[in-house]
């Protein structure tokens, strides 16, 4: 197939150019200024990458708006989700995995880096829709609902890892060991050795609750980043994604390498978990960010294109909560007023963000993280996996700026069309209807909801389930 329009993505600007898609890759782009006979013209469409979730648990879907104030003042992790997790079944994370898998697509979504337990199924819940993925299976062996499983879970890794059919649909694993403190130095160094062996992407969880960071250091005395330096996992992987790290400092930061390790950003969940993550501290440490939405039971949407104002804006808040603003709350003077202003103004400075930078966060960085699975960028050998925009969406409109407009405006509903691996999802111009219409959807959504009413009695939190 060739798509053409005369607004493509190359190289930070929007030209006139022809893509040929063949077996789920691009195959060669060509400047052209007029369709192709027999191409898919999209006429003056913008067509970008597909978005990258850089870490997400799709089946939470199925746990969407069951924690409350009170489950998220503690370790909602443990206190809900764990127990939930016991109960789930191979044939609910596909389930719910399905329904995810649709919502991120419709959001602009091409791949999601998943972490879950029952890996397999999840990766054919992805396929089942057509997202792309890099499923890391969950390794526990420590603590937690996948501890009894870690063995299998890790076969099921590799068991991904050589799948070339689920390569060619788009599905490709990566190693997930769950964090520091359920995970064991054995574990950690046998992830270290496969990651090296294998080229395999490594995706945790780091520092993400105060019980973790508790832990490390009464268990290994050191933060969970310098453990990770211990047992050698941050020399040996060839990329690795420190999702939340929310309780690192300046000597945790000096560890990690630039070209190698990528923080996992998920402010909208962080904000209701926890706090989010210090940005600009990483980006003054010359480190990446990789933006993801994390679960629906924590954030609760699945728009990663929607965390890119929140990585914009994450330092303004420095300026409400900074020492200036502190002073002019006790104060009130025409001065007091001015050091605030004065701190906005440097803030501002060190800390703005070009859109072509946010828009790295949801394309290039997590698209380039995993060596067989090149996403986030359209050029020869990336997967075919595009989004067409409609920039005469009032959601777009005047879209001045199209990098800007889809970094910071609400685009999802501006989405014309969606092609994942080369194929056409739904109808151009009509994607959610078309998919939302679908015998498939609705067979997924029935599975679903009939899956979710018997884990949630099989957990005694039934009711939970509707408080409408
Ligand atoms: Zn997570």
Redesign the pocket.
């Known amino acids: 197939m060739i798509v053409f329009s005369s607004r493509v993505l190359q190289g930070g600007a929007f030209v006139p150019a022809a893509l040929s898609l063949e077996g789920g890759l691009i195959v060669g782009v060509e400047r052209v200024g007029a369709a192709p006979d027999g191409a898919l013209d999209l006429g003056d469409h913008l067509v970008t990458p597909a978005f990258v979730n850089a870490?997400?648990?799709l089946p939470m879907v199925a746990f969407r708006g069951l924690s409350d104030a009170a489950t998220m003042a503690g370790n909602v992790v443990e206190d809900l989700f764990f127990r939930l997790e016991r109960h789930l079944t191979a044939e609910d994370v596909r389930a719910f995995t399905r329904i995810g898998a649709y919502e991120s697509l419709l959001a602009g979504v091409g791949t999601v880096w998943e972490?879950y337990y029952h890996g397999a199924a999840l990766a054919e819940g992805l396929r089942d829709v057509g997202l792309g993925g890099v499923v890391a299976p969950t390794l526990q062996d420590l603590d937690g609902p996948g501890r009894d499983a870690c063995e299998a879970q890790l076969e099921a890794t590799l068991a991904l890892d050589a799948d070339a059919d689920l390569a060619a649909a788009g599905v490709v694993a990566a190693l997930g060991p769950h964090a520091t403190d359920t995970v064991s130095d054995a574990l950690w160094r046998r992830v270290a050795r496969l990651a090296a062996d294998r080229a395999l992407p490594v995706h945790a969880?780091v520092a993400?609750s105060i019980e973790e960071v508790e832990r490390s250091f009464a268990r290994h005395g050191r933060s969970p980043v310098a453990r990770l330096a211990a047992v050698d996992v941050l020399d040996a992987a060839p990329a690795m994604l420190l999702?939340?790290a929310l309780f690192c400092g300046d000597a945790d930061r000096a560890l990690l390498d630039p070209a190698r390790h990528v923080l996992g950003f998920?402010p909208s969940?962080q904000m209701q978990y926890a706090f989010p993550a210090d940005v600009p501290a990483w980006r003054a440490a010359g480190l990446r960010v990789a933006l993801g939405t994390?679960?629906a039971a924590s954030n609760d949407g699945m728009s990663v294109q929607g965390e890119l104002e929140l990585l914009a804006g994450a330092a303004a808040w420095s300026t409400t909560f900074g020492p200036a603003a502190a002073r002019l709350a006790r104060g009130g003077t025409l001065d007091d007023a001015r050091r605030v202003q004065a701190h906005r103004a440097r803030r501002h400075a060190a800390d703005a963000w070009a859109p072509a930078a946010l828009l790295d966060a949801v394309w290039s960085t997590p698209g380039g993280l995993h060596p067989r699975h090149r996403v986030g960028i359209l050029e020869a050998g990336a997967r075919a996996d595009l989004a067409v925009w409609d920039a005469d969406h009032p959601a777009l409109w005047p879209a001045a700026d199209p990098l800007r407009a889809l970094a910071l405006a609400h685009a999802p509903p501006a989405l014309h069309a969606m092609v994942l691996g080369g194929r056409v999802v739904g109808t151009p111009g009509d994607l959610v209807g078309s998919v939302r219409r679908s015998a498939a959807y609705a067979a997924a959504l029935d599975e679903a909801r009939g899956r979710r009413h018997h884990l949630l009695r099989r957990a005694g939190l039934a009711h939970l389930g509707d408080r409408s």
Do not use: E, G, L, Y
Request: glycine fraction near 0%; charged fraction near 10%; include cysteine.
């Open positions: 870490h997400t648990h972490h969880h993400q999702v939340h998920c969940s994390d679960c």
